[in-house]
């Protein structure tokens, strides 16, 4: 944790968007080996008829924003559309390619490091952003500091931590924790229907050649009927404690 007497990240009125100046960012990283950047991977993709297209990134955004006040990071806005081709058969989603977001992760880790900001961490909302482990895979090994961060065990953790009956497996999208995330940061943007629009199909083994719509008429795969704001805010919290291996490898190594 932060423990040093150093201000956390100052966000916007919407909670989203960080709201540093630049004197703000120079005294977090002041007399540290190496500061560490944290950017959200999001997506803008379909979630059911209950969960905004946002979804993923407002999830990152709360994850991004939960680790921000817990250690001396640099908060970036979020990279709002990525990879959700799988979801293309739903009005309003929006994609970019996988090129396309390497690239711009590439671009953002650069410049970072530019301005002195010389590690980053990588929060990903959407799981179908397959490429954001090449980008962290390709840049460790020529000696730049990436993480990409939560790890499955992480998820693992804070499901067990937070109570969240339904496995990884089965609650696959817009399902009890991303439910129960959104319940808890963002209520507001949860409608009715929920509660009733359980669906499981745990056999996806052709989904990246069929899509998300060979297996769910409604885009929901999983059991948010079970969602919670209470779990949503203890799944928010453990990955809070799981980031810190994280943070230190990255200011140590």
């Known amino acids: 944790m932060s423990g040093s007497g150093t201000r956390p990240a100052v966000f916007g009125p919407d909670g989203l968007l960080p709201a540093d100046t630049t004197e703000d960012v120079r005294d977090r990283g002041a007399g540290r080996s190496r500061q560490v950047a944290v950017l959200p991977v999001g997506s803008f993709e379909q979630h059911g008829p209950f969960l905004p297209l946002a979804t993923d990134t407002l999830i990152a955004c709360a994850v991004a924003r939960q680790i921000a006040g817990a250690y001396p990071v640099h908060l970036l806005p979020p990279v709002t559309i990525s990879c959700s081709h799988e979801h293309a058969a739903w009005p309003g989603t929006v994609s970019i390619s996988s090129v396309t977001l390497h690239s ?49 065990e992480d998820w693992e953790t804070a499901r067990e931590r937070a109570g969240v009956r339904t496995s990884l497996l089965t609650d696959m999208h817009a399902g009890e924790i991303e439910t129960s995330i959104l319940l808890h940061a963002h209520p507001e943007f949860v409608k009715d229907g929920y509660e009733k629009a359980d669906f499981v199909a745990d056999d996806r083994r052709h989904l990246l050649t069929t899509g998300m719509s060979a297996y769910t008429e409604s885009g929901v795969i999983g059991r948010p009927s079970l969602g919670s704001a209470e779990k949503g805010k203890e799944l928010l919290a453990s990955l809070a404690d799981s980031f810190r291996p994280y943070f230190s490898l990255l200011t140590s190594s």
Do not use: C, K, T
């Open 104 to 152: 711009v992760v590439r671009d953002i880790a650069d410049s970072l490091r530019r301005s002195g900001v010389e590690a980053l961490v990588v929060v990903n909302g959407h799981g179908g952003n397959y490429v954001l482990g090449n980008v962290v895979q390709e840049s460790s090994a020529r000696g730049e500091h990436i993480a990409l961060f939560p790890a499955a």
